[in-house]
């Protein structure tokens, strides 16, 4: 779970600053590659935990930097 990833342009987004309407709509719209894990630049897909917290994840399970 993070709260930062790198959008298309290379800039970082930080999920808990988009307003709850705006992140649902981008979770709808996005395509794997639009974000990118800062730690290993792994696609990143968009979600809301069980909290209503929106947050990105890595596209597959593990992240490509870990031991």
């Known amino acids: ?9 290379g800039e970082f987004s930080v999920a808990s600053e988009f307003e709850p309407q ?3 709509m981008m979770k709808n719209k996005y395509r794997i590659g639009d974000f990118l894990m800062p730690c290993c630049k792994a696609p990143a897909i968009l979600k809301t935990s069980p909290n209503g917290l929106p947050f990105f994840s890595h596209y597959s399970d593990e992240c490509a930097s870990a031991p």
């Open 1 to 9: 779970m993070a709260e930062v990833a790198l959008n298309k342009d």
């Open 22 to 24: 705006e992140w649902e």
